[in-house]
RNA sequence: UCCGGAGUAGCUCAGCUGGUAGAGCAGGUGGCUGUUAACCACUUUGUCGGGGGUUCAAGUCCCUCCUCCGGAGCCA
């Protein structure tokens, strides 16, 4: 009897099959019961009947306990009464082990309660859901990339200053030449990738030790840098958008069971799926005027302010061309206006927020220079990031997206510690 | 760091102006041949977050500490 995945028992209809995985619930009616099982695959329910097996595989009912694993063998039956169309009738129950006690049970619980269990709360079926978005959010980033031209290009996690030397950083001992920094972000390093590859990527952790307590910030979490020679500010973002609009629909293409457990919106999900738009800094400071609020001149964006500026659109927005003194010292500046920098947001709809940062770089050593030692920056550890304006410098361009926030976005969650396997945030480190 | 909120059974919570702790679920026992977080009956379970104080009497009032949640800021 072959063994299949609960995914495929569509193509196993009236055909005998091994399934293994653990008891997600039973229900029991006397001489009837009913077992439901997930595979990490999917969930399928089983029917067994007390006429139909042995005494001993009917009274697994009393043994069998939340999560305890098993291998069952049984007959795939189209059934519309089975949640999700088929049905096992079950032949046969294998105990590989039976579970004591499991403490997540199918009712409410707490985020305290739920967070201390992340190891066995990753087992529910709205945790599952969201990690395989995230699993198709990171293979579509990828894939868009590589048809795309850019090149894996792998940078350090342990660096031995800040990227933007502005945000709080984790210290780590380093031999005898005093602290090393967990890196938040590859960017200065992908920089020098693509003067010799042309168009690169990374993609991994990334850490933050600011003390962010919101729910969509976490200490640690996965970024993809992209960095590309010869892009200027307005490629960039059509970069940008293509790229966001293949996620979506590669997430609809592939997960609409997955977002109807966790009862995402498709059809907002759908209408992403258009052409984004684009304000300045500057006009979205008006617009936001125009909705109350009390954003200055050349104020960041507060959390409020990218939920009014999206709130009566469909599609993500790009809020470009921002002033100098708010943005990173590595942004180009618009040869139209000194004040500026060609960098651009994109802010997600749905009050999701900013899921995207990026720009055109400063390609001019003597601009660079200057900006560094006005923002009081060690230059001679930047010495070598100098070094790619003076050896064949290019105009160029990256952006960082941050895959949770997408994966938030995408799957509809609220929380950010939910959309990664086991979140650290600024008090929890365990599990 | 600042502002707000919460800690009571294994879990989710109720417990009024102080009078000595309760419900649902889970667990256990029994019943039911189509259940959908199944249902019905019976049933076990407590350092009321810790410490101190007021009081004849504190889950309840006061002080303090701890833990966590939400929001702000910073950012992706």
């Not at 305290?112 to 599952?128: C, G, I, T």
Request: net charge negative.
């Amino acid at each position: 009897m072959d063994w299949v995945f609960i995914k495929d028992v569509k193509d196993h209809n009236d055909k005998e099959v091994t399934l293994k995985g653990w008891v997600y619930n039973k229900r029991s009616s006397g001489k009837i019961w009913f077992l439901i099982m997930r595979d990490g695959t999917g969930i399928i329910q089983g029917v067994v009947l007390k006429n139909e097996v042995s005494e001993d595989v009917f009274n697994k009912k009393d043994e069998l306990t939340q999560e305890s694993s098993i291998i069952v063998r049984g007959l795939i039956h189209e059934d519309k009464r089975s949640p999700g169309g088929y049905e096992l009738v079950v032949r046969d129950i294998e105990v590989v082990q039976i579970a004591p006690e499991y403490p997540i049970t199918l009712k409410e619980h707490g985020v305290e309660f739920l967070m201390d269990n992340r190891h066995l709360w990753l087992r529910s079926s709205k945790q599952w859901a969201v990690l395989r978005i995230r699993h198709t959010v990171y293979y579509a980033i990828t894939e868009y990339l590589n048809q795309n031209g850019f090149f894996r290009f792998d940078s350090p996690l342990l660096t031995p200053n800040a990227c933007e030397g502005t945000t709080t950083l984790f210290t780590v001992p380093y031999f005898d030449l005093g602290n090393a920094y967990l890196s938040q972000s590859g960017q200065l390093y992908l920089e020098a990738g693509i003067m010799s590859l042309g168009r690169v990527y990374d993609f991994g952790p990334v850490f933050r030790a600011e003390k962010s307590k919101t729910r969509k910030h976490l200490t640690e979490f996965w970024m993809m840098d992209a960095e590309a020679a010869f892009v200027e500010h307005d490629e960039n973002m059509k970069i940008q958008e293509e790229l966001i609009r293949f996620v979506i629909n590669t997430v609809l293409e592939k997960h609409l069971a997955d977002l109807e457990i966790l009862e995402r919106d498709i059809d907002q999900l759908k209408k992403a799926d258009a052409p984004f738009k684009r304000m300045t800094h500057k006009e979205a400071i008006i617009f936001l005027r125009t909705k109350g609020s009390e954003i200055g001149d050349k104020d960041d964006l507060g959390a409020k302010d990218e939920v009014m500026l999206t709130e009566n659109s469909d599609v993500p927005v790009f809020v470009e061309k921002w002033p100098k003194e708010i943005k990173a010292f590595y942004m180009k500046r618009d040869k139209d206006n000194p004040d500026l920098v060609l960098g651009a947001d994109l802010i997600a709809p749905e009050g999701f927020g900013e899921i995207i940062g990026g720009s055109q770089r400063e390609d001019d050593y003597d601009l660079l220079y200057k900006r560094m030692v006005d923002e009081n920056m060690p230059l001679d550890d930047y010495q070598w990031f100098l070094d790619l304006r003076k050896y064949g410098s290019v105009p160029h361009s990256g952006f960082g997206i941050g895959l949770e926030r997408l994966v938030q976005w995408m799957s509809g969650t609220k929380q950010i510690r939910e959309v990664i396997p086991f979140a650290r945030t600024i008090y929890r480190l365990k599990p």
